[in-house]
Nanobody, 117 residues
Framework: QVQLVESGGGLVQAGGSLRLSCAASGRTSSTYTMGWFRQAPGKEREFVARISWSGGGTLYADSVKGRFTISRDNAKNTVYLQMNSLKPEDTAVYYC??????????WGQGTQVTVSS
């Protein structure tokens, strides 16, 4: 089992920045692909970004490409999502997830990000 705890959400004005953190505990997740997802009110959960276990491979949703950066520190069992140039449409609950294989098997409880215009 892997436990994931997100932090760093909050209220920010459009154009501002936030950095989300996802701390993993339990079974080692250093070899897992880690991802960030988000869910806005009334919408389905959507993919935001992912990073390979080594940190060498990243993928972003088109909507955040060039503004968000995913990174990881395996020594700290932590994954980060640096969010810059935030827009009101980025408002959502952000979830961290871990994929020991193809599927994301472990999820955090989410952290709220609200971007005001």
């Amino acid at each position: 089992q892997v436990q994931l705890v997100e932090s760093g959400g909050g209220l920010v004005q459009a154009g501002g920045s936030l950095r989300l953190s996802c701390a993993a505990s339990g079974r080692t997740s250093s070899t897992y692909t880690m991802g960030w997802f988000r869910q806005a009110p009334g919408k389905e959960r959507e993919f935001v970004a992912r990073i390979s276990w080594s940190g060498g491979g990243t993928l972003y949703a088109d909507s955040v490409k060039g503004r968000f950066t995913i990174s990881r520190d395996n020594a700290k069992n932590t994954v980060y999502l640096q969010m810059n140039s935030l827009k009101p449409e980025d408002t959502a609950v952000y979830y961290c997830a871990a994929a020991p294989g193809i599927a994301y098997a472990y999820w955090g409880q989410g952290t709220q990000v609200t971007v005001s215009s």
